[in-house]
C-alpha cells in the first residue's frame, strides 16, 4: 500500500505472485529521513488527552496474522445520536479497473458443492527497523475443515445457493485487505513509539482486521474492519472512547491527510459512540474503518467464524438475508436501523431457537475456547476446537428462509424479549438504561450491550416489522426468491 521508501525497509514480497500488482506504485513521495522528521513532529502534539499506554505483551505469536480465507467480524458501532451528518455515510467507490472474477478455490462454485473452512495466512518474517516492536511470526495454522454445501432440491434453495456462490468473498478479495492491514500496520506502528516518549519501553500497537471480512459472512463487496489495538491484557483497561480514542484517532487521521494523501482516499474521522477513521486505499479500491481498542469486535470475529462453519447452511443463508435487508434498506446502523453484525446474531439466534435447533450456543458447550479472559493472539485458535455440529433438523434453506421471515414478523415479542445467541434462547429485557427506548434489544455476546441500539425510533421500528411481514407474504406465495430480492441487481452489487 505504501512506498518502500517512506517505510525505509526492503520491498514487502508476498509468497503468490498475484499479489506483486498490489505494490506496483509511482515513485517515493517521501524520503526516509522525511519520515524521521515527522516522526519528530508528531512529538511536539499536544498529548494532554493522550493517555498513558501500558506495555502490549504478545508473546512469541504475532496477533491474528491472517491470509488465504474469509475470517473474522467484529461489531461495527456507528452512531446513536440522530443528527450523525450524511457524509459521515460510508460511501461506495469503485475502481475504473474492474478485477476479473477469481475463484475461491476453497469454495468451488456451483457444481462441485463443496467449501472448506479456510486457514489463516502464514505470514512470513519482515525486518523491522522500529526499535522495540516484536518482529512478526508465524501462527499455528488452522487446518481447513471439509463441508459439503446442502442439497437443493427446490427452486427457491437453488436461488439461495446461486446467490451465495456469486457474491461470497473471495480468496482475492481478502489478500487485498490483508496486505492493506500488513502495510499500514507498519506505518502506524512508526507513529506510536514516538507519540508516546514518556515510556522507556515503547508501544506496541497492532491493528487487526476483524468484521466481515475474516467472520465467514464477507461478501465481495464487503468494507474492510480494522481495530488498533494499543492496550491489551494483562495490562488491559478501557480505552475512554469519547476522549482517549478520539484523541488517537485524531491523529491518525491527521497522519492519512498529510503523509499518507498519495496513497489513502478521503479519511474522514466519524465521532461516534465508538469513533472511526473511515477511507478508501487507492491501489486495492477498498474502503476500510479503523477504531481503536474496541477489543470485542477481534473476539466476536471468531466466535461468529466458529458459528459460520459449524453447519453448512448458515453461510448461505446469513448471505441471503444480508442482502435482502441491504435491498430494502433496513441494514445501516448509521440511519437508525440493523447493523449486519445484529442481523448475523438475528439469523443465529433463530438456528438455535427451532423445536429441532440447527445451532447450539458454542459459549456454553465450550467456554473455554469463547473465555473473554483469553489474550488475543490466543482467540484465532477457538474454530479449531469446535467440530461441526450435527442437527437432525433437515429444513431446505428455502424453508429457513421462511421460517427466519415469519420468527420475527409474528413470533418474535419484541416488547419483553431480547435476542440471546449466549444463551441460544429469547430472554427477558434488562431494566438498565440502554435497554429502554430501544425497539430491538440483542445482546452482544461477550459484553451484554445491545447491538441493536441504532433502532431507537419508533418509525424505523415499524419499517423493519413491516418489511419482515411483507416479505414472509410474497416469498411464501410465490416461493421466488425474485419476490423480495431482485437477483440480478443484487448479484451486480456483489
Known amino acids: 500500500m505504501f512506498p518502500n521508501s517512506i517505510l525505509g525497509r526492503p520491498p514487502f514480497t508476498p509468497n503468490h505472485q498475484q ?7 509511482s515513485p517515493s513521495l517521501y524520503s526516509h529521513r522525511q519520515l524521521i522528521d515527522a516522526q519528530f513532529n508528531f512529538q511536539n502534539t499536544d498529548l494532554s488527552r493522550a493517555v498513558s499506554l501500558q506495555q502490549l505483551t504478545y508473546g512469541n505469536v504475532s496477533p491474528i496474522q491472517t491470509s488465504t480465507s474469509p475470517l473474522f467480524r467484529g461489531r461495527k458501532r456507528l452512531s446513536d445520536e440522530k443528527n450523525l451528518p450524511l457524509d459521515g455515510k460510508r460511501q461506495r467507490f ?23 473452512m479456510p486457514p489463516l495466512f502464514h505470514t512470513h518474517y519482515v525486518p523491522d527497523i522500529v526499535r522495540g516492536v516484536p518482529p512478526f511470526r508465524e501462527i499455528p495454522f488452522l487446518e481447513p475443515r471439509e463441508i459439503t454445501l446442502p ?30 492491514r500488513t502495510e499500514l500496520q507498519r506505518e502506524i506502528q512508526l507513529m506510536f513509539p514516538r507519540m508516546f516518549p514518556c515510556f522507556a519501553c ?5 491493528l487487526f482486521l476483524v468484521g466481515s471480512s475474516l467472520n465467514g459472512f464477507g461478501t465481495r463487496s464487503s468494507d474492510g474492519d480494522l481495530c488498533l489495538v494499543v492496550k491489551e491484557e494483562p495490562c488491559f483497561f478501557q480505552v475512554n472512547q469519547k476522549t482517549e480514542a478520539r484523541h488517537i484517532l485524531t491523529l491518525v487521521h491527521k497522519h492519512f491527510c498529510t503523509r499518507l494523501s498519495g496513497y489513502i482516499e478521503r479519511p474522514q474521522l466519524i465521532r461516534a459512540k465508538v469513533p472511526i477513521v473511515k477511507f ?19 473476539r466476536n470475529t471468531f466466535l461468529l467464524r466458529t458459528y459460520a462453519y459449524l453447519e453448512n447452511r448458515v453461510r448461505p443463508l446469513v448471505l441471503v438475508i444480508k442482502k435482502w435487508a441491504s435491498h430494502h434498506e433496513i441494514n445501516d446502523a448509521s440511519r437508525g436501523t440493523l447493523s ?19 445451532l447450539p450456543s458454542i459459549q456454553k458447550i465450550y467456554p473455554e475456547s469463547f473465555s473473554p479472559a483469553i489474550q488475543l493472539h490466543l482467540v484465532h485458535q477457538a474454530p479449531c476446537n469446535v467440530p461441526p455440529y450435527l442437527s437432525k433438523n433437515e429444513s431446505n434453506l428455502g424453508d429457513l428462509l421462511l421460517g427466519f421471515l415469519k420468527y420475527y414478523a409474528t413470533e418474535f415479542d419484541w416488547n419483553s424479549q431480547m435476542i440471546s445467541v449466549r444463551e441460544a434462547k429469547a430472554i427477558p429485557r434488562p431494566d438498565g438504561i440502554e435497554w429502554k427506548n430501544k425497539y430491538i434489544c440483542v445482546e452482544e455476546p ?3 450491550t445491545n447491538t441493536a ?28 426468491l425474485n419476490s423480495i430480492l431482485p437477483l440480478r441487481t443484487a448479484v451486480l452489487k456483489r
Not at 515503547?202 to 497492532?206: E, G
Not at 477498498?286 to 474496541?294: A, P, T, W
Not at 449486519?340 to 440447527?358: A, D, G, N
Open 340 to 358: 449486519s453484525y445484529s442481523l448475523v446474531l438475528m439469523v443465529l439466534h433463530y438456528l438455535q431457537t427451532l423445536p429441532e435447533p440447527i
Open 453 to 480: 441500539r441504532a433502532v431507537h425510533e419508533k418509525q424505523k421500528f415499524d419499517m423493519i416489522k413491516d418489511q419482515f411481514l411483507k416479505s414472509w407474504h410474497r416469498l411464501k406465495n410465490k416461493r421466488d
Open 94 to 116: 469503485h475502481s475504473p479497473h474492474q478485477e476479473p472474477t477469481i475463484v475461491n478455490h476453497i469454495v468451488p462454485l456451483s457444481g462441485e458443492r463443496r467449501y472448506s
Open 446 to 448: 461477550f459484553d451484554g
Open 280 to 298: 478508501r486505499d487507492k491501489v486495492s479500491c477498498v474502503e476500510f474503518d479503523l477504531n481503536v481498542n474496541n477489543i470485542v469486535g477481534i
Open 151 to 180: 442439497e437443493a432440491k427446490d427452486k427457491l434453495s437453488q436461488q439461495i445457493l446461486e446467490l451465495f456462490e456469486a457474491c461470497q468473498q473471495q480468496v482475492s478479495d481478502l489478500k487485498k485487505k490483508e496486505l492493506c
Open 202 to 206: 515503547p508501544l506496541k500497537s497492532r
Open 19 to 25: 499479489h506483486n500488482n498490489f505494490f506496483t506504485l
